[in-house]
């Protein structure tokens, strides 16, 4: 099994539906992130969450929110999707030296 | 991120030949990363770099940041297909506990 483990893969929704994804994983770190990627854009930071009980929003967070479920489980709602939240979610973690993220294989996501 | 740029945007190189990919912070790195990402799939951790003038290899490829450390430049040596990808670099510019990321650099290796 994957270190990081994101569902769905692949979504496609329509305008307004609430959509959820979810990421689990086993590194056993306390952080985890959520970023979105955008031809061009690179990756930007959803939200972020150093342990169960600490989220903190990134430089995107209109429109998403977060729960964070136990020390491995990380999820990502979309209220009322629209079509420019079309893009390649990323779940990441990192530990407490922060010698880099280990990412999740990506939800590539398509509001229609 | 306008905080970090990447250059060149986009690489077709021949199988075999050496290519550089460089990234630039608007401030002072507390540190540097490289990441692989396959079209379409999740990123790889490649290397870390913290200390101006830091060098790291791994395989044929090869990070460096610079004394100022504001910039840092990745070169593949004798490149091949495998390379391919999206290279994107990734910087901590608050004292380790999150990552902006620049647009990334797309490499092609012609067979």
């Known amino acids: 099994d994957a270190d990081v483990t994101q569902t769905p893969r692949n979504r496609i929704t329509k305008t307004g539906k609430r959509i959820m994804l979810e990421c689990s994983q086993t590194?056993?770190?306390?952080?985890m992130y959520w970023y979105r990627q955008d031809p061009g854009l690179g990756l930007r930071l959803i939200y972020y969450?150093?342990?169960?009980?600490?989220?903190n929003k990134g430089e995107i967070s209109d429109g998403y929110s977060v729960s964070r479920q136990a020390q491995a489980k990380f999820s990502l709602s979309l209220e009322s999707a629209i079509p420019n939240q079309t893009a390649l979610y990323f779940c990441?973690?990192?530990?407490?030296?922060?010698?880099?993220?280990?990412f999740g294989s990506g939800t590539r996501l398509t509001v229609v | 991120s306008q905080e970090l740029e990447q250059s060149p945007q986009s690489l077709i190189v021949q199988e075999g030949k050496n290519l550089t990919i460089n990234c630039t912070s608007s401030?002072?790195?507390?540190?540097l990363y490289w990441y692989k990402q396959k079209y379409g799939e999740g990123l790889i951790f490649l290397m870390m770099?913290?200390?101006?003038?830091e060098e790291k290899s791994h395989e044929k490829i090869t990070a460096k940041l610079d004394e100022k450390k504001q910039q840092s430049s990745l070169h593949i040596t004798a490149s091949q297909p495998s390379h391919a990808g999206i290279y994107l670099c990734?910087?901590?510019?608050?004292?380790?506990?999150?990552?902006?990321f620049g647009a990334g650099t797309r490499l092609f290796v012609k067979a």
């Open positions: 990441a973690t990192s530990d407490l030296q922060f010698d880099g993220y280990t």
């Open positions: 590194k056993g770190h306390d952080r």
């Open positions: 969450s150093f342990d169960v009980k600490d989220i």
């Open positions: 401030k002072t790195l507390y540190g």
């Open positions: 770099l913290q200390k101006g003038g």
């Open positions: 990734g910087a901590d510019h608050t004292g380790g506990f999150k990552t902006i």
